[in-house]
């Protein structure tokens, strides 16, 4: 999963262009997309505990399941690659005496069943899955937050259904990931590296697979509770489920679709001085790739990698609750 995009790396080497040479351990592990987290305090067999959860109209799919808890305005919660809904735990736990919470959770993920396959659309359906979710309930503009791959799915729904969205989060996210190789690569150019990274993920060996992914994700968070978490849902995950969505979200340029959005936008991302993200350079990219979105609104994060949530939890927590005013 993570390490695939660094053996894809390693095996193209001499036919990469010179903005993917210089790629950094940093952009790698991001552009990798990770499993989302919240700086959890607790041990992770503490998440196993059963939550208490609201009782709501029934909805199935094949593509996602959703947890509700608390009672007041909407707010729907996104995992990123390979995450359980556990990520947003703690998020949930803090808004569900103002707010009726709906924790998502992607089939093929974490120990989620998956009956699609290692090829084929993945976001798109999932988009899909999600306007149907917010009708079948009869949610009114509920506020989205996703992180990573997730708020992919955010933005491609505020794209395709923006009557559905009343206000979108993106946590450490990027309209297009491949972006992370350079300025000027395409998703017609990422297309090589995303075949290999998909085949990564399919062909490692289980005790190879979880080391890549250990190694992975300390690039990825400064919480090490965080990063263990990672890597067990990575391994429960469906190898499957997370090539077709690699390859899906390596090759998934939302930037044309800016431009005419009407949705307000928080984008947050992720600057650590120390392993992470170089401020400069984080300011360079989200900004450059963001540019053509009108009136969204850019937020640094400092002293955190790709998940923010974990790695600066109260920060996290205030800039939500801002979010949601």
């Not at 995009?5 to 990469?16: D, F, G, I, K, Q």
């Not at 799919?61 to 808890?69: A, C, I, W």
């Not at 062909?203 to 979880?210: C, G, L, V």
Request: hydrophobic letters at 45%; one cysteine or more; proline letters at 8%.
């Amino acid at each position: 999963m993570f390490n695939a995009l660094n053996r894809a790396r390693a095996m193209t080497r001499a036919t990469r262009p010179a903005q993917a040479r210089k790629l950094k351990p940093w952009q790698a592990a991001l552009i990798g997309l990770a499993a989302c987290t919240p700086s959890l305090a607790v041990a992770i067999d503490a998440w196993a505990a059963p939550p208490v959860v609201q009782s709501a109209p029934a909805f199935t799919s094949d593509r996602l399941s959703v947890e509700v808890v608390g009672i007041g305005p909407d707010v729907i919660l996104i995992p990123g690659f390979a995450s359980s809904r556990e990520v947003w735990r703690v998020t949930a736990d803090r808004l569900k005496a103002t707010h009726r919470v709906h924790l998502v959770q992607l089939a093929g993920f974490a120990g989620e069943p998956w009956t699609h396959g290692s090829e084929g659309p993945f976001v798109a359906p999932v988009v899909e899955a999600l306007g149907t979710y917010i009708d079948t309930q009869g949610l009114e503009r509920p506020a989205v937050i996703g992180h990573s791959m997730g708020a992919l799915v955010g933005l491609r729904l505020a794209q395709t259904q923006p009557d559905r969205v009343g206000r979108l989060m993106s946590v450490d996210s990027l309209p297009f990931f491949s972006a992370m190789f350079g300025p000027t690569v395409t998703a017609e150019a990422a297309r090589p590296f995303a075949d290999q990274a998909a085949a990564g993920i399919l062909q490692t060996p289980d005790e190879a697979f979880r080391t890549g992914q250990s190694q992975s994700a300390i690039g990825l968070a400064r919480d090490p509770a965080t990063r263990a978490a990672m890597v067990e849902w990575s391994m429960a995950g469906d190898r499957g489920a997370m090539a077709a969505a690699i390859h899906d979200v390596m090759t998934n340029d939302a930037r044309p679709g800016l431009p005419a959005m009407t949705t307000p936008v928080t984008v947050l991302y992720a600057s650590d001085a120390d392993g992470g993200a170089p401020a400069a350079l984080a300011d360079a990219t989200w900004t450059r790739e963001y540019a053509p979105l009108p009136g969204a609104t850019l937020i640094r994060v400092d002293g955190s990698r790709h998940f923010i949530m974990a790695d600066q939890p109260e920060r996290f927590a205030e800039l939500v609750a801002d979010f949601l005013k």
